[in-house]
């Protein structure tokens, strides 16, 4: 299974929206790991949705980053329990 794509900071003329469900699932290096959405941003020039997560909320190391949104690869969050994959 692949990673999350990250994504190159998109144009500020896209609208910000705030996400009803920020917490995720985020796959990236090979293992799932626990996110938070802060914002989605719909790029309509290249038809695809980006969010600006961060990955390990909450923990020191928590950087935020642009993902392209991909359900394959970024999943609503419902426990502790990472997805099977």
Avoid at 68 to 75: A, F, G, H, L
Wanted: charged share 25%; net charge positive.
């Amino acid at each position: 299974m692949r990673d999350a794509q990250t994504a190159e900071f998109p144009s500020r003329d896209y609208p910000r929206l705030n996400p009803q469900h920020s917490h995720v699932w985020i796959r990236l290096g090979g293992q799932w790991l626990p996110a938070r959405v802060h914002k989605w941003v719909r790029e309509v020039s290249r038809n695809r949705w980006l969010c600006w997560t961060f990955v390990n909320y909450g923990q020191p190391a928590s950087l935020p980053d642009w993902y392209v949104y991909d359900p394959e690869t970024i999943r609503q969050r419902h426990d502790d329990q990472p997805p099977s994959d």
